[in-house]
């Protein structure tokens, strides 16, 4: 079955210009994340979804990250005014949940966003 | 600050050798899993485990969890090319709920 993808692959920005990143879930997926990876490094969290839902979105490193997920499904991840800093491959991922939480069970992820700054 | 640590950040192995992976973290955990990624998948799911389980299996991978130690180890025995990848552990903070840490990753080099 399809996975979660993730467009556009590749995102070259001139600093200063806003950015959309966008994730569509594994069909049924309850809940969904989004990460940034800098080279060499694992990913860190920014927030998470759950349907519509954004319940968490301690890990967005400023107010110029905004996220959002209107119908459950597909989400989008915004960078406003993006910086040099912002470079880094953005990941999402989607899980399952029947009790628990979200945690308890495996992330699929998409194969990110590689956003390039300059 | 990352919750996990993974130890060594680099480990190069022949071929049919065994590679052992440590994971150490700092808070109270619900469940620990480990990935791996590379170039070609991306991000893949290895194996979870819980809290109150000491040991998990799957194929070739071995798990371990010692919460008193707040520490997990990932065991890859015969191991192949296809396994050179970069392999992370990832937890839970037990009282901060949503939030799903990683660590910085073992970088792993298999060689024919």
């Known amino acids: 079955g399809a996975g979660v993808s993730q467009s556009p692959r590749y995102k070259v920005a001139k600093r200063g210009q806003d950015v959309a990143l966008r994730c569509d879930p594994i069909s049924g997926h309850v809940s969904l994340f989004w990460y940034q990876q800098a080279l060499g490094q694992g990913p860190e969290f920014l927030t998470y979804f759950q349907n519509e839902a954004q319940l968490d979105k301690s890990g967005l490193p400023s107010d110029r990250f905004f996220a959002e997920r209107p119908e459950g499904s597909v989400s989008t991840l915004k960078i406003q005014r993006t910086q040099q800093e912002d470079s880094a491959v953005y990941l999402c991922?989607?899980?399952?949940?029947?009790?628990?939480?979200?945690?308890?069970?495996?992330?699929?992820f998409g194969p990110g966003t590689r956003l390039t700054v300059t | 600050s990352q919750q996990g640590e993974e130890d060594p950040q680099a480990l190069s192995i022949q071929e049919g050798e065994n590679a052992t992976m440590n994971c150490s973290y700092k808070?109270?955990?619900?469940?620990l899993q480990w990935y791996r990624q590379n170039s070609g998948r991306g991000l893949v799911h290895l194996i979870l485990?819980?809290?109150?389980?000491r040991e998990k299996h799957s194929g070739r991978l071995r798990v371990t969890l010692d919460t008193s130690k707040k520490s997990s180890s990932l065991l890859i025995t015969a191991s192949r090319a296809a396994d050179t990848a970069s392999y992370f552990c990832a937890t839970d903070l037990l009282y901060y709920g949503q939030n799903f840490v990683f660590g910085p990753g073992t970088r792993l080099s298999v060689l024919p």
């Open positions: 991922a989607s899980s399952l949940v029947f009790s628990g939480g979200p945690l308890n069970y495996e992330q699929y």
């Open positions: 485990i819980r809290s109150n389980e």
């Open positions: 808070t109270s955990i619900n469940n």
